[in-house]
Structure formats: structure tokens, C-alpha cells
């Protein structure tokens, strides 16, 4: 599930023979290793090279173009993480007939979370991940070229990861080699812009908010507790920074081994944004409750920022499902993609729900709370979209 906003184009006709050539001609020291497709689905057409590569042949343009992004900005990023991530280890140029550049890719063992759930044992390894890429991956710009994009210099100095809280004993000993570069991260001198994700969760109001609406009727995932999840994330406080984020934490881009962490997958949101945008995963991957909270507890995340991931969990949630709803009835491999972004979106806003409307549960009760208008909100069956929404009433109300 990404947003790049773009234009999908027709896909170009892949097959394993394509791969073959493709490699003898650009790669020859590595097409005498066996092949066998393991996916020939919507973006990618992704080969099994061997036992520790994969090819990886964009099949539209959109594809061609995350391909692109994750080509200039995963090597330096992979260097510092502690998971595994898709670097690609030789990249192809378009030949054969085929239009765009192509990869040669890392194999991850393993599954993703959304068929092999992620052990709530993992959550602080988890955690370390993301305060890690929060962290360490974004570097500073170059004064000039923050001038030139009008932000000041220097950031806002505070403690880490993202807006206080615990440092891994693995982020010290990182701090210790010295801040990373600029130059050490990536080619340019800003992470990709990204107008959908790390965003103000406020300017997400309309398209949630008429997302929320929609899905009421056809499915009984739309309760009150949800709402006030949402209500909650936009009265928070803004993020103070812009993090390295990688955009779209689902289940579906997590992979695992035998319940733990293995890699992580599809950078093709990667932006600086509101951490609070990946710390939505903890209700994504952790059916425990006592997962999500030792996630975000190990991460060290404000009251504010667990206001704003539950409100971007609501977000993710949402669109899942009616992603799921709106799929059209097709192939094999569609129908089970819908059944798993229905259940995925469904889990999501059921854990959202349950950490909303249990006042015991660690999560809940680090979250700030407005209840009284609430109920009173709930009793003039105000809800999204109206003068009384969800939005309106927020902008009166201030979480810190």
C-alpha cells in the first residue's frame, strides 16, 4: 500500500526467459544460477537466483520509479540498520526489450507478518529498528541547502530517539563513531519528498474522515473507540521534527522467521516525516496489547506521539479496508490480496479499539483524554465529516 500519487502505466511482459537474457547479457557471471519465480505479481516479476539472490523486474512505471528511489537510498541506509533490507547488491539497465532499470536483490528468509505474525517477544528489537532509522539515517543538510529549502539551521536540538525517551545500548554505541554525514547517507541533500506520508495527520482530515464514513455501514469495524483514536491524533501536538521514516509499515512489508524480525521491505515511501507514521505499526503487527505497549515503551515515544501513531494506525487501518472493499473480483492472487488487506485493516482498528476502550492497558493509559465531550459528542451523534466532526472539534482541544 503506497502513496506516490502517479500514474500507473500498462504492464510490460515479463517471464523467466526475460530474466535469463537479461542477466547473460548485463550479468553473465551470475546466469548460470538456477531460477525459479516466486512472484509474478502487479509491480514486481521477482525471481529466486540461487540461494541468496533475487532479480527483481519492475512491471509498470510506478514500480520503475520505487525501484529508482530504493537504488539511491537503501545502500547507505542499509549500512546502519539493524535488519535486513532489499540493497540492491547489482542493478541492470533496460535491454532485451525490457524499458526500465532492474535489480539483483538480497534473498530474505522468511515470511511476511501478514501470513507469519511478528512475536510480541520482538516488539524492543522492533522498536530498536525504528529508532535507529529515526535517528542515525537521517543525517543533517548542508547549510546551504537548507537555506535554499528555507528551513533553519540548526534542528531542534533534544533528547532521542524522536521526542525524548531510551536510547538502545546499540544506538550509544553507533553515537559513539560519530555523527553521520550527509554525504554518508545519500546522493542529494534531502530524503525523497513523500505528500502522503510523515505528513500532518490534519491533512489527511478529508480522505480519512470520508473513508471513515463509508466503511460504517458495509462493516462493523467503524466504533466509537476508533473515532476517538482518530479525534485523539489530531488534537496531539504536532511533530517537532522531521524523522527518516520508511512510510508503510504493514504486515505485508515486515518480514519474519519463525516469529522474529527478519527484514524489512518495499522502501518506496521512505521520506522525512512524523515518526509517529511508522510507530502506526504497532498496532499493525502486535495482536498482544502487551506488545504494542512494550514497543512503544522501548521506542520512547511522547504521549503525543502515541496519540498521533494511533491516529495514523486508524489511517492504515481504514484504507486497508476500503482498499479491500473497493478491490474488483478477479484472479486467484487479487482475491487473496483483498483477504488480506480486509483482514489486516480489520486487526488493526479492532487493536486500536481495544487499547481505546481498556483503561488498564499501558497504552491507554499513557494517552491523553478529553472523555466528558466526548460522550457528549457521542450523544449528538456528531461523527466525521459534520460541523461537529471529528476534525472541527479537535482544532479547539490541544494534547502535549
Known sequence: MTGHGMTRTENAEVGEELVAALLRAQHPDLAGRHLQVVDGGRDNFICRLGEDLAVRLPRHEIAAAIAAKEHAWLPPLARRLPVAVPTPVRTGAPGC?????????????????????????????FASFLSTLHTTALGRPRAEDARAEGDPQPPESGPGPAEGGLRSAALHEKSARGAPRLSDLHPGPRLPKNPFRGVPLRERTLEVEERLERLRDPTDAIVSEVLEAWRLGLAARPARRRRCIHGDLHPGNVITSYGGLAGVIDWGDLTAGDAATDLAAAWMLFDDPAGRAACLEA????????????????????????????????AATASGLRATRHRTGAATLRRVAEDIADPSSRTAASLPRQRTQMRLDRAAGRGPGGPGSLSSQAANTGVT
Open 97 to 125: 526489450g525490457f524499458p526500465w532499470r532492474w535489480s539483483v536483490v538480497p534473498w530474505i528468509h522468511g515470511a511476511t507478518a501478514a501470513s507469519e505474525p511478528l512475536d510480541a517477544g520482538e516488539a524492543s528489537r
Open 299 to 330: 521506542y520512547g515515544a511522547s504521549k503525543a506521539q502515541m496519540a498521533r501513531a494511533m491516529g495514523w494506525a486508524v489511517f492504515f487501518g481504514s484504507a486497508l479496508l476500503d482498499r479491500a472493499a473497493a478491490g474488483a473480483a478477479g
